[in-house]
T-cell receptor, first 115, second 112 residues
């Protein structure tokens, strides 16, 4: 079974530029999550999709971050414009359903550096 | 803010020793999970314990849960160098829609 795929693995941009990350979840997983992990901290949920609908985006900075999962499969997360404090690893995860009893499977992450 | 707080923040032990890390949380939960993160395999699920369970085992892992104290512990027995990683507890808030929140993590170093 193929795991969660993410690209790119690394990205360096200057502040005020825009950037996009892509995630392809495990086949058949209805729920997709985007997390932000700042160095030395635990992952923080940015947005959770159930199929192509948003379940939770309460911690997504909507003035600069956007995410979509149009066909209920792969997803993109965009930052525009980026700030220095956006430097972090962005993790995508998927699970069979949105139940908290389901194990989440994580991708390798995209390490973003904003200069 | 994050639900769980792990303790200690960092732990260094010799190979073969046991490692214990703790997680405290603030609100009632349905379940608590432990995840491991290292540079090689990324973030990986280890074990889930339900709120009505007190102890659970998986291989060299032993997890306890005390809902009255809102705390959990993860014990790794006979540690190996490959256990070097950060360990996170993840809790869900039983009053919500089952949103999972990760703690701050314990960084474990196992010295060969």
């Amino acid at each position: 079974e193929a795991g969660v795929a993410q690209s790119p693995r690394y990205k360096i941009i200057e502040k005020r530029q825009s950037v996009a990350f892509w995630c392809n979840p495990i086949s058949g997983h209805a729920t997709l999550y985007w997390y932000q992990q700042i160095l030395g901290q635990g992952p923080k949920l940015l947005i959770q999709f159930q199929n192509n609908g948003v379940v939770d985006d309460s911690q997504l900075p909507k003035d600069r971050f956007s995410a979509e999962r149009l066909k209920g499969v792969d997803s993109t997360l965009k930052i525009q414009p980026a700030k220095l404090e956006d430097s972090a690893v962005y993790l995508c995860a998927s699970s069979r359903s949105g139940s908290s009893y389901n194990e989440q499977f994580f991708g390798p992450g995209t390490r973003l550096t904003v200069l | 803010s994050q639900q769980g707080e792990e303790d200690p923040q960092a732990l260094s032990i010799q190979e073969g020793e046991n490692a214990t890390m703790n997680c405290s949380y603030k609100t009632s939960i349905n379940n608590l999970q432990w995840y491991r993160q290292n540079s090689g395999r990324g973030l990986v699920h280890l074990i889930l314990i339900r709120s009505n369970e007190r102890e659970k085992h998986s291989g060299r892992l032993r997890v306890t849960l005390d809902t009255s104290k809102k705390s959990s512990s993860l014990l790794i027995t006979a540690s190996r160098a490959a256990d070097t990683a950060s360990y996170f507890c993840a809790t869900d808030y039983s009053g919500g829609y089952q949103k999972v929140t990760f703690g701050t993590g314990t960084k474990l170093q196992v010295i060969p």
